[in-house]
């Protein structure tokens, strides 16, 4: 009975072999895909960076132009409706010419 157990022992210890073995080839294969994606990580978050920097350049510099077309939208829209006015002054100078001229 005694062999039994030495031969259990044997085993457990030939398992936790295997487990160290096989622990310490899965990190020897997954430490360099690591390393890449924290290289390409650490290069994407500098894209980033020098993105946002750029946008910032940017919007400063849209921030005039920005304003001038707000306000050439503005000056569109009044004269639009100066047109709108100047059209209904000239229909009712039409409309009311042709009644009085037609009655002599």
Do not use: H
């Amino acid at each position: 009975m005694e062999w039994v157990i030495a031969v259990l022992a044997i085993g457990c210890a030939f398992f936790a072999v295997q487990i160290v073995m096989d622990y310490i080839k899965y990190k020897a294969v997954i430490n360099p895909r690591i390393e890449r994606l924290e290289s390409a990580r650490e290069e994407l978050q500098a894209r980033i960076d020098s993105s946002k920097g750029e946008l910032a350049a940017s919007e400063e510099k849209l921030g005039p132009a920005k304003e001038e077309i707000e306000r050439l939208e503005q000056e569109y829209q009044d004269l639009q409706a100066q047109i709108r006015s100047e059209r209904e002054k000239r229909g009712r100078r039409e409309v009311g010419g042709d009644r009085f001229t037609g009655s002599t």
